[in-house]
């Protein structure tokens, strides 16, 4: 089982954005480019992140795999349609 400590950053600059990345490597991988549109980083978390860890807006298996092949995974808010159809689900009775 793959299991790394991840940090997870938010994006001072725009809402719902965030940098998960090896918390042995930290931001080191990442491009200074990016880094320039991100903003400034704040540190929103630390975890351990396995395949299997339930996130809101990503998926654990892939945000490993980025972060194995890249150094990051860089996760981007959601656009509006997406959610009004979080809305639309949470309103929904059954």
């Known amino acids: ?3 790394i400590l991840c940090n997870i950053y938010r994006s001072p600059k725009e809402e719902g954005m965030y940098l998960y990345v090896d918390r042995k490597t930290d931001l080191e991988p990442v491009p200074e480019e990016l880094l320039r549109r991100f ?3 704040v540190l ?3 975890m351990a992140l396995t395949p299997e860890k339930k996130l809101a807006r990503a998926d654990a298996s892939r945000v490993l795999e980025m ?4 150094g990051f995974y860089l996760q981007m808010p959601p656009r509006p349609e997406e ?4 809305i639309r689900n949470k309103n ?3």
């Open 92 to 94: 929904t009775f059954f």
């Open 39 to 41: 903003g400034k980083p």
């Open 1 to 3: 089982m793959v299991k």
């Open 44 to 46: 929103a978390m630390t």
């Open 83 to 86: 959610c009004m159809q979080e």
């Open 67 to 70: 972060i194995d092949e890249q």
